[in-house]
């Protein structure tokens, strides 16, 4: 696990790099911008394509979701008390929300998870954000968002048409291939795994060209403390105890609850954008929660492992 963060940290580095230097006058947030939509249009299709093609879907898939649902609104929950309790601005209350319960399931996790347990857990990672992840963050943290924030656009796009996604439609076509035991060409297997060998380190550079050490700030440590602790601390732990009540065993078990353990997604903070909420804690957040994962990913890989 060790070797396998410093490898991923050294390319975050590279993308936190070119935040500074901007080779060729290319600023971080345009060169992401074109990353993550060729990302997010071309090869993460490809690669839930491939994965879930040929991966084991079945009932256990809905166990996937059910715990990354559970612990998701577990932790929501947490963060709701702390701020009712504390009485949280509604602006910083809905970024630490959002910060607090959603994990970086795709970006970081899936190539965690890959490294740590080998390519078959790709399909942990991706179907935990497709099945639990990314409908809660459409649908419950769009309500959080529009309720603590405001709604900025004049004509506000319905819920369900974020689903009309690339990678949604990829796991549509998957799935329903895997089913009815469609073997896959070889010609398009091997286009498929070429296109996914590009998103583990396009992500990793991404996620580093995201991270901005200008966002931390004094005024927002009280802030983030809780959102640190119930993210890397609380969340791990009631995964813990909610895979329990579920027949996932063994290193499934051990890819399920580490990819719940990952830092804050960095997607949150287009939410905290549209919705005008605390954007710069967000990002602090981010940054904060991705630093801690470096120690904290490693211990409770060694704790799922006893």
């Not at 093609?53 to 079945?58: E, K, R, V």
């Not at 830092?263 to 967000?282: A, K, Q």
Request: glycine letters at 6%; a neutral charge.
């Amino acid at each position: 696990m060790n070797s396998t963060l410093i490898q991923m940290t050294l390319i975050m580095v590279c993308g936190a790099a070119w935040r500074f230097a901007k080779p060729a006058g290319l600023s971080a947030e345009q060169t992401r911008q074109v990353l993550t939509t060729v990302v997010y249009y071309l090869l993460l299709p490809a690669m839930v394509l491939e994965v879930l093609w040929s991966a084991d879907i079945g009932l256990h898939s809905f166990q996937y979701a059910w715990l990354g649902m559970g612990s998701i609104i577990a932790a929501m929950l947490c963060l709701w008390v702390i701020g009712a309790l504390f009485r949280f601005d509604d602006r910083r209350l809905g970024a630490m929300i959002l910060a607090a319960a959603f994990p970086n399931v795709t970006y970081l996790g899936l190539p965690v998870l890959e490294q740590a347990f080998g390519s078959w857990a790709r399909s942990v990672a991706i179907q935990m954000d497709l099945f639990a992840a990314t409908p809660l963050l459409f649908t419950i943290g769009v309500i959080v968002a529009r309720h603590y924030g405001e709604e900025t656009a004049k004509s506000p796009r319905p819920v369900w048409l974020f689903f009309h996604a690339p990678p949604f439609w990829a796991a549509a076509a998957a799935v329903i291939l895997n089913i009815n035991g469609v073997v896959a060409p070889v010609w398009l297997l091997g286009v498929l795994q070429k296109l996914s060998a590009g998103v583990v380190p396009l992500m990793l550079f991404s996620l580093g060209l995201a991270l901005s050490w200008k966002a931390l700030t004094v005024r927002n440590i009280p802030y983030i403390i809780p959102v640190a602790v119930i993210k890397m601390a609380v969340m791990p732990l009631l995964a813990m105890i909610l895979v329990g009540f579920l027949p996932i065993t063994g290193e499934y078990r051990e890819a399920a609850v580490l990819d719940l353990s990952m830092p804050s997604m960095v997607l949150g903070i287009v939410f905290c954008d549209r919705y005008r909420l605390d954007s710069s804690l967000y990002a602090m957040a981010v940054t904060v929660t991705t630093a801690i994962s470096l120690i904290a990913l490693p211990f409770w890989h060694s704790v799922l492992q006893q």
